[in-house]
């Protein structure tokens, strides 16, 4: 028997989805700046990774699983870019004052 879903709900699904990204931001990526542990490049990486695949999947089910592409605004491509860029110089001051 095939459970069948409101017109809403991969909607909210895809939000929640979102929203664990954005959670999943603030503790793998952000989380580390309020630690008195040092900065981690990979577990800032995983971070950056999960939160991603998370905005993908939810948006891939917002938009009830087209088969094409998630058309993304250049907007949110400069800030992935910048977000990289600090995540390098902030690598970089670290490993420099080893």
């Given at each position: 028997m095939?459970?069948?879903?409101?017109?809403?709900?991969?909607?909210?699904?895809?939000?929640?989805?979102?929203?664990?990204?954005?959670?999943?931001?603030?503790?793998?990526?952000?989380?580390?700046?309020?630690?008195?542990?040092?900065?981690?490049?990979?577990?800032?990486?995983?971070?950056?990774?999960?939160?991603?695949v998370?905005?993908?999947?939810?948006?891939?089910?917002?938009?009830?699983?087209?088969?094409?592409?998630?058309?993304?605004?250049?907007?949110?491509?400069?800030?992935?870019?910048?977000?990289?860029?600090?995540?390098?110089?902030?690598?970089?001051?670290?490993?420099?004052?080893?």
């Amino acid at each position: 028997m095939v459970k069948r879903y409101s017109e809403d709900q991969p909607g909210r699904i895809g939000e929640k989805l979102l929203d664990l990204g954005n959670i999943a931001a603030g503790a793998l990526l952000f989380g580390q700046f309020v630690s008195d542990k040092p900065f981690s490049l990979s577990v800032a990486g995983s971070g950056f990774l999960l939160v991603v695949v998370l905005y993908l999947i939810g948006l891939r089910i917002m938009r009830g699983g087209e088969e094409r592409m998630v058309n993304v605004p250049p907007v949110v491509l400069y800030m992935v870019g910048l977000i990289l860029f600090a995540l390098f110089i902030g690598w970089w001051v670290l490993r420099a004052g080893k």
